[in-house]
């Protein structure tokens, strides 16, 4: 069993940034392939970012291609996730995921393991 809690999210204008934070417990991040998807109302969930478990790889959806960056720091059991030019659009809840056996997917359904979200709210 892996805990994930995620923070840094809050309100902020159009254009401006946000960094979330997801901190694990129970285990050590490294073993796991983590993903970031986010939840808008009324919209299915949706990833935004992953990464492998060295950090090596990364992936994003066109949506946030080139404004948004995952990162992770296993020492410190903590996976990161950079939002720039933020846009209306990009308001949701984001939940950080995870993963530990079997190759990349983005699909939420494989992921066994999540964090209880952190709301971003972009304004116009």
């Known amino acids: 069993q892996v805990q994930l809690v995620e923070s840094g999210g809050g309100l902020v204008q159009t254009g401006g940034s946000l960094r979330l934070s997801c901190v694990a417990s129970?285990?050590?991040?490294?073993?796991?392939?983590m993903a970031w998807f986010r939840q808008a109302p009324g919209k299915e969930r949706e990833v935004v970012a992953s990464i492998s478990r060295n950090g090596g790889s990364t992936y994003y959806p066109t949506s946030v291609k080139g404004r948004f960056t995952i990162s992770r720091d296993n020492a410190r059991n903590t996976l990161y996730l950079q939002m720039n030019n933020l846009t209306p659009e990009d308001t949701a809840v984001y939940y950080c995921a995870a993963k530990e056996s079997g190759g990349p997917t983005y699909n939420a359904e494989r992921f066994p393991y999540w964090g209880q979200g952190t709301q971003a709210t972009v304004s116009s």
């Open positions: 129970g285990r050590t991040l490294g073993s796991f392939f």
